[in-house]
């Protein structure tokens, strides 16, 4: 199956301190790719749809201006936390469907654990 | 209402029992239902796509029911490996069609 790659796995970063994970779809192209967020025992929450040559579209109650989202190529998403504090801490998730492939599965990354102390 | 529901579990079955996961969804405009299995601390994996035709992969079963909304996973033989969590996804469609999850049902098999 198609294969997306986020990096990094984990990061433990000070507080106030900003924080870039990368999402690379390895073998198709991603118009779109999806960021999502997840705490322990909750599910997955959808903070931003990120959109290659435009400006992402951000999830009600999800700050544009600390999650920024580039996705410059039709293979790379990039998240940066921004500022990060001690709530920031939580799973992150990349997620990407290849371009025309509209109601097939979507291919997660392997995630990103942020912990801010 | 949320807009994808769960069975809120946990679910804890010896092994060798039949378990029934149900999951609704409120927007009727969805064109696209998945279950994902997510393991402690790992990204979701997709585990089966769900047509209204109803569809069988090995143990597993899935089923759709479009005019009340409703999906179904079932799975026999519960083994030790098919602890997990198990999410109900749906997909409004289109190209960048966002996919939205249920909270998740945790199943546990015990010996």
């Known amino acids: 199956g198609a294969v997306v790659s986020q990096h990094p796995s984990w990061v433990i970063c000070k507080s106030g301190t900003s924080v870039k994970i990368e999402c690379r779809s390895l073998?198709?192209?991603?118009?779109?790719m999806f960021w999502y967020r997840q705490f322990p025992k909750q599910s997955l929450m959808l903070m931003a749809t990120?959109?290659?040559?435009?400006?992402?579209?951000?999830e009600q109650g999800v700050e544009k201006d600390k999650f920024l989202i580039n996705h410059a190529s039709l293979t790379l998403s990039t998240l940066t936390v921004t500022s990060a504090h001690p709530e920031d801490s939580s799973f992150y998730i990349c997620?990407?469907?290849?371009?025309?492939?509209?109601?097939?599965?979507?291919?997660f990354g392997q995630g990103t654990r942020l912990t801010v102390v | 209402r949320k807009e994808v529901e769960q069975d809120p579990g946990p679910f804890n079955v010896p092994e060798g029992a039949t378990v029934a996961f149900n999951c609704t969804y409120s927007?009727?405009?969805?064109?696209?239902f998945f279950w994902y299995r997510q393991d402690c601390r790992k990204e979701p994996k997709l585990l089966m796509s769900?047509?209204?035709s109803g569809n069988e992969d090995g143990r597993f079963t899935a089923q759709l029911n479009r005019a009340s909304q409703y999906i179904s996973l079932l799975i026999r033989d519960s083994k030790l490996s098919d602890s997990a969590t198990y999410l109900c996804?749906?997909?409004?469609?289109?190209?960048?069609?966002?996919?939205?999850f249920g909270d998740g049902t945790t199943l546990t098999v015990k010996p």
């Open positions: 997620s990407a469907r290849p371009t025309g492939a509209g109601g097939t599965e979507a291919f």
């Open positions: 073998d198709f192209q991603a118009t779109t």
């Open positions: 990120s959109n290659e040559g435009s400006k992402a579209t951000y």
């Open positions: 927007n009727s405009a969805s064109q696209s």
């Open positions: 769900v047509y209204s």
């Open positions: 996804v749906v997909n409004r469609g289109g190209n960048a069609g966002k996919s939205t």
